[in-house]
Structure formats: structure tokens, C-alpha cells
């Protein structure tokens, strides 16, 4: 399994780069928002990828971040959503846009998404709704940002590497979500209270969110 790529952009289209590896090219597939946040032509960039493999075909998925390659995997398990509508759902929400749809039960984010009916996107989140909570908390240890300019000669085509702490919004959801769980808060109740806290207050770091979160939480009347 390719697991990550590291190389030279030799050519951006609409939907994909060609990645040059040490002289071989790569088809790497991508979602607007990723492709937006690669470097430009000729310039040394790294990406995730995930290898979807069909009797007749070969396709290679990029993203920016493990999370996101977790999250388009998860989004494959939903009946009707191929690799092409899970990469619409990220480019038009990203990770955090995904994650919060999903806990607070709304389809109309995932609808927004090109091509994805309403009837797929009910899908999405009631399918995916007792399993977000799991790809949530990886926020806490995801690694930064792969789609960097600055990469090492030697990281050509590698397996995932172990996961390594990473400051970020994410994490501060992931570490608040594993604090109302250590509170008796089920999967489900702690991913939309926390994902409701942080819809609106963005900004705010992991003792913020839960404070939020536990008013969220709190008996009404």
C-alpha cells in the first residue's frame, strides 16, 4: 500500500496532479480545496494517499493530512458514496466542516457538496454519525500538514508513519471530545456538543470547548 508520496508537481489539471517521484509520475487524484493548498508547478510537495484498487482500474487519492484520508475512507463506507463524492464532501467542508455536519445530524452541509443528493447525504450522516466520534479524536494526533514545499530527498513512497502530537483545532476538539467521554458522555452527545461548541466559538482551545460543550450538555428547565 503506497501510503504517502513525496516529489516534484510536474502538472496540475482540474481534479489531479502528476506527481514526479525520483523520475517516476504519479496520478495523484485531489479535492479543490487540497489542490488549492499544493505549491505551485515545479515545486516539492507531500501527500497522503490512499490506493483504491478496482478490477480495471488503479487510482491513487492525495490529501494533505491523515485526518482527511481518514475521513474520505470513512465517508467510502456510506452505500452510494464513491472515492470521487467523498472528495467533493471534503473539498467543499473540510475535515472540520465534515465532523461537525455529521455530529449535529445536517444533511443540507453534505448536500452542498457537488453532486451529492439529499437522500445520500441523510446517508451520510446517519451512517456515519456513531463512527465520527472515532475519527474526531484523531485530531489530538494526527500529523501536521503533509502538502508541505519543504520535503526531504530521501521520503519518496512510505507507509504511514506513526502519528505525532500536532497543535490544532482539531486537536482541541479531539481533546475535549475524550474528556466528556471520561465523563460518562456517550460517542455520540459529546461529538455534536463539542462540535456545536465549536461551530461557535472557533476559536477557543480545549478547556474552553468543554466548558462550552458541558452547557450544551446540561439539563434544560
Known sequence: MIGRLSGRIEYRATDHVLLDVRGVGYVVYCSERTLAALPGTGEQTTLYTDLMVREDLLQLFGFPTLI?????????????V????????????????????????????????????????????????DKAPAVMAMGATTPATAASPEVATDDVIEPVAPPAP????????????????????????????????????????????????????????
Open 82 to 129: 464513491g472515492a470521487k463524492a467523498a472528495l467533493a464532501i471534503m473539498g467543499t467542508l473540510g475535515p472540520d466542516g465534515v465532523s461537525r455536519a455529521i455530529a449535529l445530524g445536517d444533511w443540507n452541509a453534505i448536500k452542498a457538496a457537488k453532486g451529492i443528493g439529499p437522500k445520500t447525504a441523510q446517508r451520510v450522516v446517519n451512517e456515519l454519525k
Open 166 to 221: 500536532a497543535p490544532s483545532s482539531n486537536a482541541s476538539q479531539a481533546e475535549a471530545l475524550s474528556a466528556l467521554s471520561n465523563l460518562g458522555y456517550g460517542p455520540g452527545e459529546a461529538a455534536s456538543a463539542v462540535a456545536q461548541a465549536a461551530g461557535e466559538l472557533p476559536e477557543a482551545d480545549t478547556a474552553a470547548l468543554i466548558r462550552a460543550a458541558l452547557k450544551l450538555l446540561a439539563p434544560k428547565g
Open 68 to 80: 482527511e484520508k481518514e475521513w474520505h475512507r470513512l465517508l467510502l463506507t456510506v452505500q452510494g
